[in-house]
């Protein structure tokens, strides 16, 4: 069975500066995708980053960007630039490439102090 | 652009009621999977549809079925509710499985007293 591990519950950042969420997963199949999701008080869940097992390079999105290092089945978050709007609950998601359910961390509560 | 639709947005039930809940994924997409997240809790896949029929099956009560109509859209089923089924049901919906794109809906939060 696969499954994700994020260890920080919490973190917290000074606004502008850079954090680095971290995620590591565990699986046996070879298809498969990862994922970092945003969830404001909302609760709206919000796709940040995604990466295909397959690709050796790093996705980035703007001011975020990940650390796929998949022989050590790693998967970080790094945000640039830290905003307020990026208060959140962050959950790194493992995604089935056969079923393509998702499977959760346990979430990472980002604080940006002003 | 249209994004997952899912109704109602709030539902409070009492214990032992029964719970329906709506899912109109993105249009052309075909597969729809749900998630129950429960209080400070990341979220767990329930049970996923692939061209309405069962395509996974995870944490799902025996009180609670599913199903895909021919117009995609997906409803959730919940009797005899319990305390703990209190949560926020997501629906999200994808272009084919393992597609590797799976956009949230906005949830439905459920209450049950």
């Known amino acids: 069975a696969q499954t994700v591990t994020q260890s920080q519950p919490e973190m917290s950042v000074q606004e502008a500066e850079t954090v680095t969420l971290s995620c590591t997963y565990d699986?046996?199949?070879?298809?498969?995708?990862l994922f970092w999701y945003k969830q404001p008080p909302s609760r709206q869940m919000i796709l940040v980053i995604r990466?295909?097992?397959?690709?050796?390079q790093n996705a980035t999105e703007n001011r975020f960007s990940v650390n796929f290092q998949k022989a050590a089945k790693s998967f970080s978050l790094k945000i640039s630039d830290s905003q307020l709007g990026d208060a959140a609950m962050y959950f790194c998601?493992?995604?089935?490439?056969?079923?393509?359910?998702?499977?959760f961390g346990q979430g990472t509560t980002l604080q940006v102090k002003p | 652009a249209a994004g997952v639709i899912q109704s109602p947005r709030h539902l409070i039930k009492e214990k032992r009621e029964t719970a329906t809940l709506k899912c109109y994924p993105i249009?052309?997409?075909?597969?729809v999977y749900w998630y129950q997240q429960g209080p400070g809790q990341d979220p767990q896949f329930l049970i996923s549809?692939?061209?309405?029929?069962?395509?996974d099956k995870g944490s799902i009560p025996d009180r609670f079925s599913a199903q895909q109509f021919s117009d995609y859209h997906s409803e959730l089923n919940m009797s005899s509710l319990e305390l703990g089924d209190s949560a926020l049901y997501f629906c999200?919906?994808?272009?084919?499985?393992?597609?590797?794109?799976?956009?949230f809906g906005p949830g439905t939060r459920l209450t049950v007293t």
């Open positions: 990466q295909e097992a397959y690709k050796q």
């Open positions: 999200a919906s994808s272009s084919g499985l393992g597609s590797g794109e799976q956009y």
């Open positions: 998601a493992y995604g089935s490439g056969n079923t393509g359910k998702l499977i």
């Open positions: 549809f692939y061209e309405k029929m069962q395509s």
């Open positions: 249009p052309r997409h075909d597969t």
């Open positions: 699986t046996s199949e070879s298809d498969y995708y």
